[in-house]
């Protein structure tokens, strides 16, 4: 990408590109496998929180704990690797 399109959002055929253009881009439409959520073995640590490369994984209000965004969870595993409670798992 030329760096003048760096500076700011840019539609270009295979999309917008640059700063602020991952909330247009749904990175939800990658997904082969999605997080399947076990809230009962949730300790609410906020690993998968933390790691999550798209922010897709919101925290929630008491007495709820996480909850995942699938029109920007793009499948990617991390948030099942890092969960310390095998309470995700990936499933097809
Ligand atoms: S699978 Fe990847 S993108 Fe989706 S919630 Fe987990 S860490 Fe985030
Ligand atoms: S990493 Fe696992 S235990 Fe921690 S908040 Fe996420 S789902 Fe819950």
């Known amino acids: 990408m030329p760096l003048s399109l760096a500076t700011k959002p840019t539609k270009t ?3 917008l590109v640059g700063p602020g253009s991952s ?8 997904r ?3 997080p399947k959520y ?12 933390f790691y999550c ?3 897709a994984i919101k925290r ?7 909850g995942f965004d699938m029109d920007y969870c793009k499948g990617c595993g991390i948030c099942e ?10 499933v097809r």
């Open 81 to 90: 690797e890092v969960c310390p409670a095998d309470a995700i798992e990936m």
């Open 23 to 30: 909330v247009e881009n749904k990175t939800g439409s990658w």
């Open 13 to 15: 055929d295979s999309g």
């Open 32 to 34: 082969t496998f999605t």
């Open 38 to 49: 076990d809230e009962e073995a949730c300790n609410n640590c906020l690993m998968c929180w």
């Open 53 to 55: 490369p798209d922010a």
């Open 60 to 66: 929630l209000e008491p007495p709820k704990k996480v």
